[in-house]
Protein backbone atom coordinates (compact mmCIF):
# COMPACT_ATOMS: atom_id res chain seq x y z
CA UNK A 1 0.00 0.00 0.00
CA UNK A 2 0.94 3.89 -0.17
CA UNK A 3 1.65 4.36 -3.08
CA UNK A 4 1.87 7.52 -4.81
CA UNK A 5 2.18 8.03 -8.83
CA UNK A 6 3.76 10.81 -10.94
CA UNK A 7 2.91 11.71 -14.26
CA UNK A 8 4.73 12.49 -16.43
CA UNK A 9 7.92 10.85 -15.32
CA UNK A 10 10.41 12.81 -17.55
CA UNK A 11 9.49 15.79 -20.11
CA UNK A 12 11.02 18.19 -22.53
CA UNK A 13 9.84 21.48 -23.26
CA UNK A 14 10.99 24.80 -24.91
CA UNK A 15 11.47 27.95 -22.99
CA UNK A 16 8.45 29.85 -22.75
CA UNK A 17 6.27 26.90 -22.58
CA UNK A 18 4.11 25.40 -19.27
CA UNK A 19 4.23 22.25 -17.99
CA UNK A 20 1.37 20.29 -15.54
CA UNK A 21 2.90 17.71 -13.53
CA UNK A 22 0.34 15.33 -11.77
CA UNK A 23 0.97 13.51 -8.54
CA UNK A 24 -1.50 10.96 -7.31
CA UNK A 25 -1.92 9.06 -4.34
CA UNK A 26 -3.44 5.52 -5.23
CA UNK A 27 -4.42 3.76 -2.45
CA UNK A 28 -5.09 6.61 0.31
CA UNK A 29 -6.16 9.63 1.02
CA UNK A 30 -3.54 12.33 1.12
CA UNK A 31 -4.54 15.13 3.41
CA UNK A 32 -1.18 16.78 2.86
CA UNK A 33 0.89 16.75 -0.42
CA UNK A 34 4.46 18.01 -0.72
CA UNK A 35 6.25 19.41 -4.04
CA UNK A 36 10.45 19.09 -4.05
CA UNK A 37 13.33 20.19 -6.21
CA UNK A 38 16.31 18.37 -6.31
CA UNK A 39 19.33 19.44 -8.29
CA UNK A 40 22.27 17.08 -8.85
CA UNK A 41 24.29 16.01 -5.85
CA UNK A 42 21.97 18.42 -4.17
CA UNK A 43 19.65 18.09 -1.33
CA UNK A 44 16.08 17.72 -1.41
CA UNK A 45 14.65 21.62 -1.56
CA UNK A 46 10.55 21.94 -0.13
CA UNK A 47 8.95 24.01 -2.66
CA UNK A 48 5.64 24.10 -1.43
CA UNK A 49 2.76 22.08 1.05
CA UNK A 50 -0.76 21.55 -0.34
CA UNK A 51 -3.47 20.67 1.78
CA UNK A 52 -7.04 19.72 0.03
CA UNK A 53 -8.99 22.31 -0.94
CA UNK A 54 -6.99 24.89 0.30
CA UNK A 55 -4.06 27.05 -1.22
CA UNK A 56 -0.50 25.74 -1.25
CA UNK A 57 2.07 27.34 1.21
CA UNK A 58 5.22 28.48 -0.20
CA UNK A 59 8.49 28.30 0.76
CA UNK A 60 10.46 31.22 1.03
CA UNK A 61 12.02 32.08 -2.65
CA UNK A 62 9.60 30.10 -4.56
CA UNK A 63 7.87 32.10 -6.83
CA UNK A 64 3.85 31.08 -6.66
CA UNK A 65 3.12 32.18 -9.76
CA UNK A 66 5.58 30.43 -11.58
CA UNK A 67 4.46 27.34 -9.89
CA UNK A 68 1.45 27.04 -9.36
CA UNK A 69 -0.06 23.92 -6.99
CA UNK A 70 -3.58 22.39 -7.47
CA UNK A 71 -4.78 20.15 -4.61
CA UNK A 72 -8.43 19.67 -5.70
CA UNK A 73 -8.86 16.15 -4.53
CA UNK A 74 -7.79 13.92 -1.75
CA UNK A 75 -5.85 11.83 -4.46
CA UNK A 76 -4.48 14.48 -6.52
CA UNK A 77 -1.87 17.47 -6.90
CA UNK A 78 -0.59 18.75 -9.69
CA UNK A 79 2.13 22.12 -10.23
CA UNK A 80 2.20 23.54 -13.19
CA UNK A 81 5.59 25.42 -14.50
CA UNK A 82 4.56 28.78 -15.91
CA UNK A 83 6.93 29.89 -18.80
CA UNK A 84 9.69 27.53 -18.44
CA UNK A 85 13.26 28.20 -18.51
CA UNK A 86 16.46 26.51 -18.75
CA UNK A 87 17.31 27.15 -14.86
CA UNK A 88 14.13 25.34 -14.06
CA UNK A 89 15.39 21.90 -15.25
CA UNK A 90 15.38 19.73 -12.73
CA UNK A 91 14.20 16.81 -10.90
CA UNK A 92 10.77 17.52 -9.28
CA UNK A 93 9.44 15.18 -6.73
CA UNK A 94 6.06 15.25 -5.12
CA UNK A 95 5.30 13.28 -1.39
CA UNK A 96 2.13 12.65 -0.13
CA UNK A 97 0.88 12.00 3.95
CA UNK A 98 -2.17 11.30 5.39
CA UNK A 99 -4.12 13.42 8.16
CA UNK A 100 -1.61 11.89 10.93
CA UNK A 101 1.54 14.14 11.23
CA UNK A 102 3.67 11.81 12.43
CA UNK A 103 3.19 9.67 9.69
CA UNK A 104 6.22 9.13 7.23
CA UNK A 105 5.73 10.93 3.50
CA UNK A 106 5.16 8.28 0.68
CA UNK A 107 7.19 9.99 -2.24
CA UNK A 108 6.64 9.31 -5.76
CA UNK A 109 8.87 8.43 -8.50
CA UNK A 110 10.11 12.16 -9.77
CA UNK A 111 9.60 14.02 -12.83
CA UNK A 112 12.44 15.01 -14.42
CA UNK A 113 12.15 18.14 -16.79
CA UNK A 114 14.62 19.36 -19.00
CA UNK A 115 13.84 23.10 -20.58
CA UNK A 116 15.72 23.86 -23.78
CA UNK B 1 18.90 28.10 12.07
CA UNK B 2 18.27 24.86 10.89
CA UNK B 3 21.03 22.15 10.15
CA UNK B 4 21.65 18.79 9.58
CA UNK B 5 25.19 17.38 9.15
CA UNK B 6 26.32 13.79 7.31
CA UNK B 7 29.64 12.84 6.23
CA UNK B 8 29.08 13.73 2.45
CA UNK B 9 30.62 10.58 1.62
CA UNK B 10 31.42 6.55 3.13
CA UNK B 11 32.84 3.57 1.36
CA UNK B 12 32.08 0.01 2.57
CA UNK B 13 32.96 -3.59 1.67
CA UNK B 14 30.53 -6.21 0.57
CA UNK B 15 29.46 -7.91 3.73
CA UNK B 16 30.45 -5.26 5.75
CA UNK B 17 29.03 -3.22 8.77
CA UNK B 18 28.63 0.45 7.74
CA UNK B 19 27.23 3.68 10.66
CA UNK B 20 26.52 6.78 9.27
CA UNK B 21 26.09 9.53 11.31
CA UNK B 22 23.94 12.81 11.61
CA UNK B 23 23.85 15.28 13.76
CA UNK B 24 20.72 18.28 13.88
CA UNK B 25 19.88 21.27 14.75
CA UNK B 26 16.22 22.07 14.62
CA UNK B 27 13.14 24.30 15.83
CA UNK B 28 11.14 21.79 18.11
CA UNK B 29 11.83 18.35 17.42
CA UNK B 30 9.08 15.62 16.34
CA UNK B 31 10.88 12.38 15.36
CA UNK B 32 13.65 11.62 12.97
CA UNK B 33 13.37 9.92 9.61
CA UNK B 34 15.29 7.81 7.36
CA UNK B 35 15.54 7.75 3.88
CA UNK B 36 17.36 5.72 1.00
CA UNK B 37 17.68 7.48 -2.47
CA UNK B 38 19.01 5.65 -5.19
CA UNK B 39 20.56 7.96 -8.03
CA UNK B 40 17.89 9.48 -10.26
CA UNK B 41 15.09 7.93 -7.88
CA UNK B 42 12.79 9.11 -5.64
CA UNK B 43 14.06 8.80 -1.63
CA UNK B 44 11.74 5.81 -0.06
CA UNK B 45 11.11 5.02 3.86
CA UNK B 46 13.84 3.48 6.00
CA UNK B 47 12.94 4.31 9.44
CA UNK B 48 11.17 6.67 11.61
CA UNK B 49 12.28 7.29 15.87
CA UNK B 50 11.12 9.81 17.86
CA UNK B 51 12.12 8.41 21.21
CA UNK B 52 16.37 7.83 22.16
CA UNK B 53 16.87 4.37 21.60
CA UNK B 54 18.05 1.45 18.67
CA UNK B 55 14.67 0.35 16.12
CA UNK B 56 15.99 -2.48 14.04
CA UNK B 57 14.15 -3.29 10.92
CA UNK B 58 15.97 -6.33 9.06
CA UNK B 59 19.65 -5.46 8.03
CA UNK B 60 19.02 -1.62 9.04
CA UNK B 61 19.06 -0.66 12.28
CA UNK B 62 18.21 3.20 13.18
CA UNK B 63 19.44 5.27 17.03
CA UNK B 64 18.56 8.44 18.01
CA UNK B 65 19.65 10.61 21.24
CA UNK B 66 17.30 13.61 21.62
CA UNK B 67 19.22 15.30 24.10
CA UNK B 68 22.87 14.88 21.85
CA UNK B 69 21.03 15.76 18.74
CA UNK B 70 22.23 12.45 16.98
CA UNK B 71 21.35 9.99 14.95
CA UNK B 72 22.78 7.15 13.14
CA UNK B 73 21.77 4.37 10.77
CA UNK B 74 23.53 0.82 11.12
CA UNK B 75 23.47 -1.22 7.71
CA UNK B 76 24.74 -4.77 8.41
CA UNK B 77 25.43 -7.46 5.67
CA UNK B 78 26.35 -5.21 3.23
CA UNK B 79 24.59 -5.52 -0.26
CA UNK B 80 25.80 -3.93 -3.78
CA UNK B 81 22.28 -3.14 -3.96
CA UNK B 82 22.97 -0.53 -0.69
CA UNK B 83 25.09 1.77 -2.77
CA UNK B 84 22.56 4.51 -2.62
CA UNK B 85 22.52 7.61 -1.05
CA UNK B 86 21.24 7.87 2.89
CA UNK B 87 18.91 10.88 3.78
CA UNK B 88 19.02 12.19 7.91
CA UNK B 89 15.54 14.12 7.73
CA UNK B 90 14.74 15.31 11.62
CA UNK B 91 10.90 17.05 11.54
CA UNK B 92 10.17 20.31 13.43
CA UNK B 93 7.61 21.86 15.33
CA UNK B 94 5.79 22.39 12.40
CA UNK B 95 5.93 19.13 11.23
CA UNK B 96 8.34 19.92 8.38
CA UNK B 97 10.76 17.62 7.37
CA UNK B 98 14.45 19.18 7.75
CA UNK B 99 16.45 17.74 4.67
CA UNK B 100 20.25 17.61 4.54
CA UNK B 101 22.56 16.71 1.15
CA UNK B 102 22.75 13.52 2.64
CA UNK B 103 25.31 10.67 2.47
CA UNK B 104 26.34 8.97 -0.44
CA UNK B 105 27.36 5.15 0.57
CA UNK B 106 29.53 3.56 -2.12
CA UNK B 107 29.69 -0.38 -1.52
CA UNK B 108 32.92 -2.16 -3.24
CA UNK B 109 33.25 -5.85 -4.17
Redo the contacts between chains.
Keep these: GAVVSQHPSWVICKSGTSVKIECRSLDFQATTMFWYRQFPKQSLMLMATSNEGSKATYEQGVEKDKFLINHASLTLSTLTVTSAHPEDSSFYICSARTDSQWEEQYFGPGTRLTVT | GQNIDQPTEMTATEGAIVQINCTYQTSGF ?2 L ?1 WYQQHA ?6 LS ?1 N ?1 LDGLEEKGRFSSFLSRSKGYSYLLLKELQMKDSASY ?1 CAP ?1 DSN ?3 I ?4 TKLIIKP
Design positions: NGFGEAPTFYVLMYQLWGAG
